[in-house]
């Protein structure tokens, strides 16, 4: 392709690229549900941008209540830094931004507005595995909070 054709096709490109932004958040957002659903964790947590001046290199995820270990034996440093890069395009913000949320509650949030974006530009994603919702875990809103709210 040469300079021109990419300009010529510069916006279908970006179109594209959005569609298969959106179809990688939804698969991984599917498996962190999964994974969550499988380990049977549950409750409040908070996600925490990396931030070299307080000495955190990755993003980390920081249960408010239960066993700290229990996340972290859940889930490497890797999967973290992905969660964060999603969470942060998903909901277009900057890069100082903390989330909290629930975790068993926080895929219900994004995946059907992902389904249904990727749906009506004709992209069939398969279906996402339904995390528990079990209100004896304490689920509150599907909203992730973000940090000072």
């Known amino acids: 392709m040469n300079f021109s054709q990419l300009l010529l096709h510069r916006e279908a490109l970006l179109r594209e690229a959005r569609l298969a932004n959106l179809a990688f ?6 498996d962190f549900a999964e994974r969550v659903a499988r ?3 549950h409750g409040p947590v908070t996600l925490h941008g990396a931030d070299p001046q307080a000495d955190r290199f990755w993003p980390a995820l920081v249960a408010h209540r239960g066993n700290q270990s229990v996340i972290d034996e859940h889930f490497l440093d890797e999967d973290m830094l992905e969660l964060d ?5 998903l909901e277009d913000e900057g890069w ?47 909203e992730p909070r973000r940090s000072g709210e």
């Open 25 to 30: 958040a939804y698969s991984r957002l599917s």
């Open 39 to 41: 380990a049977g964790l």
């Open 85 to 89: 890069e999603l969470l942060m395009f």
């Open 96 to 142: 100082d931004v903390d989330f909290t949320f629930d975790l068993e509650t926080m895929p219900q949030r994004y995946l059907p507005a992902l389904r249904s974006e990727l749906e009506k530009a004709g992209i069939a994603p398969p279906p996402a595995s339904a995390p528990s919702t079990d209100s004896a875990h304490g689920a509150s809103s599907n």
